[in-house]
């Protein structure tokens, strides 16, 4: 019922910058928050970045003051800006969002992921 797409991953050196992007698609009414997970392999899945309905954010400690988290609520879309990255960063990065459906129920739901690979 409900899409999320992630584009924007890829290789960068390190010190470089990428820009994520995740559209929502779907039987849309409203979208709550919009977030940003990273996953490396065998590792467990963590939270990156976080955006409320009205703006609100919020970081994991090690992304603070690298990257910045935004959307644009006419478009469902959220933004994840990287800079200064590091090797650590490579991960896989998701989007994830409450949605709340044109059917009245909110569900949780989750983009297939983006590769980014820091490295030189």
């Known amino acids: 019922q409900v899409q999320l797409v992630e584009s924007g991953g890829g290789l960068v050196q390190p010190g470089g910058s990428l820009r994520l992007s995740c559209a929502a698609s779907?039987?849309?009414?409203?979208?709550?928050?919009m977030n940003w997970y990273r996953q490396v392999s065998g590792k467990q899945r963590e939270l990156v970045a976080g955006?409320?309905?009205?703006?609100?954010?919020n970081y994991a400690h090690s992304v603070k003051e690298r990257f910045t988290i935004s959307r644009d609520n006419a478009k469902n879309t959220v933004y994840l800006q990287m800079n200064s990255l590091k090797p650590e960063d490579t991960a896989v990065y998701y989007c994830?969002?409450?949605?709340?459906?044109?059917?009245?129920?909110?569900?949780?739901?989750w983009g297939q992921g983006t590769q980014v690979t820091v490295s030189s």
């Open positions: 779907g039987s849309i009414f409203s979208i709550y928050a």
């Open positions: 955006i409320t309905s009205g703006g609100r954010t």
């Open positions: 994830n969002s409450n949605v709340k459906l044109v059917d009245g129920s909110t569900r949780n739901y």
